[in-house]
């Protein structure tokens, strides 16, 4: 995924709409909106860099979706959608965090098969 994608993916994530990051960074929403287009321009470094301080992301993820690792576990080592499922992960009773166990258990036992 480029940067368009990790942008909305992350926006997504937060719950932050375009005009809320126009007006925390100072970018013109238009400006935003053309990085977000399919055919979008890519922001400069500069840009990018705003854009990631309010994001609380680096330039990294936003450019490549993956962080470098810091041999720390730290969730902002992740991506918005393995961060979304730990969030609602969290949220669930000790029985349903068994029955999701239980479910990616059979999804990689299955894989597995399929990789033989």
């Not at 909305?8 to 400006?31: D, H, N, P, Y």
């Amino acid at each position: 995924m480029g940067f368009r994608e990790n942008l909305k993916s992350e926006l997504s994530f937060q719950g932050i709409l375009v005009k809320e990051l126009s007006a925390q960074t100072g970018i013109k929403k238009r400006t935003i909106d053309n990085y977000l287009r399919e055919k979008g321009n890519v922001p400069s470094v500069e840009i990018a860099v705003k854009i990631a301080e309010v994001l609380n992301v680096s330039v990294e993820y936003l450019v490549t979706g993956k962080e470098r690792k810091t041999g720390l576990d730290n969730s902002e080592n992740y991506s918005a959608d393995v961060r979304l499922l730990a969030k609602k992960i969290s949220k669930m009773n000790e029985n349903e965090k068994k029955l999701v166990t239980v479910i990616i258990d059979e999804i990689e036992r299955q894989a597995d098969l399929n990789n033989r």
